[in-house]
Nanobody, 121 residues
């Protein structure tokens, strides 16, 4: 199973980026996919998760700014608006074998390689 994340880059504060994650090797149609991030010197933290449609979960700091979505069983997106310097991190997509939304990294079995997001002030 492979998860390929893309879409990261350098953006000014207030700007937007859209991350994509394409999974291959298995189907995640009814299972949860999520995004995590890790800033230098910090632990990996949960950002957002989706099972399907409106069945989503966000960490408090990104609510109203980030939107997670998926357009088929194996592709998930993270639209990031109103970016802040504090959002700077490597962003990882992850796939779970569970059908319940979760923010716990241990519940995600599959991980992508990460994509760097840098927000300048």
């Amino acid at each position: 199973v492979q998860l390929q994340a893309s879409g990261g880059g350098l953006v000014q504060a207030g700007g937007s980026l859209r991350l994509s994650c394409a999974a291959s090797g298995r189907t995640f149609s009814s299972h949860v996919m999520g995004w995590f991030r890790q800033a230098p010197g910090k632990e990996r933290e949960f950002v957002a998760a989706i099972r399907s449609g409106s069945n989503t979960l966000y960490t408090e700091s990104v609510k109203g700014r980030f939107t997670i979505s998926r357009d088929n069983a194996n592709t998930v997106y993270l639209q990031m608006n109103s970016l802040e310097p504090e959002d700077t991190a490597v962003y990882y997509c992850a796939g779970s074998t569970m059908t319940l939304l979760t923010s716990l990294p241990a519940r995600y079995r599959y991980w992508g390689q990460g994509t760097q997001v840098t927000v300048s002030s």
